[in-house]
Structure formats: structure tokens, C-alpha cells
């Protein structure tokens, strides 16, 4: 059974700094399990879940261009672990932060087999 497991989330100020850890009880790009991307998504209360950034195992992260430029999935993760960076947090990302495996690079929730629990995240003005 696959589990992914995030940290690090809290409470913080308006320009202030988190970084979420998500650990995987598998190796995270497998062909056993068809996995080959690991993602970030957020929710916030009364919202859908909303993409955040994505890494396979070839290619650069991608972000969505409300975090672009202030949220980064540094390059040397784990094989089962995966990180992101959030720097000059705003209010606006306030958010239950999950991790997601896929089976390919997407910006769909649908596209992700495997989910963690969540991590919550909130961002004071």
C-alpha cells in the first residue's frame, strides 16, 4: 500500500517562509506502480483543489503561475521524498497543502492514484 505523508506546514506571516516535506513509503517514480510524477495541490475551505507544481522524474518542475517565481521543488530530492519551498507567502495561500503521485505530468487532480493526508498552512496578514 502506497502512503505519502506531508510536514511541515503552520502558521506564518505575510512574507514569511514554509517548506513542506512529502515522503512516500514506496519509490515515488516506479513502472510497477506507473508512477511517474510527484505533485503538490492545495485547498482552501470552500474551494476545489487547485494545483501547485509538479516534477517527473526527467523534466524541471512546473508551477502554476500563482506560485511561480516564490515556490520551488529544489533538485536534489530523495527518491521517495519530495519538497517545496514557499517563500513571500501572501494571505491568499492559505491552504490544506497535499501531496500527490501520478501517473504522468499533470496539472489534473484526477491524473494522481495516491494522496497524503494533507497539511495545513496558513498565512497571516
Not at 536534489?76 to 490544506?96: I, Y
Amino acid at each position: 500500500q502506497v502512503q505519502l505523508v506531508e510536514s511541515g506546514g503552520g502558521l506564518v506571516q505575510a512574507g514569511g517562509s514554509l517548506r513542506l516535506s512529502c515522503v512516500a513509503s514506496v519509490r515515488a517514480f516506479s513502472t510497477r506502480l506507473s508512477t511517474s510524477a510527484m505533485a503538490w495541490f492545495r485547498q482552501a475551505p470552500g474551494t476545489q483543489r487547485e494545483f501547485v507544481a509538479v516534477k517527473d522524474w526527467i523534466g524541471t518542475p512546473y508551477y502554476s503561475d500563482s506560485v511561480k517565481g516564490r515556490f520551488t521543488i529544489p533538485e536534489d530530492n530523495a527518491k521517495n521524498t519530495m519538497f517545496l519551498h514557499m517563500n513571500s507567502l501572501q494571505p491568499e495561500d492559505t491552504a490544506v497543502y497535499y501531496c500527490a503521485l501520478g501517473r504522468s505530468r499533470s496539472t489534473s487532480a484526477g491524473s494522481y492514484d495516491y494522496w497524503g493526508q494533507g497539511s495545513q498552512v496558513t498565512v497571516s496578514s
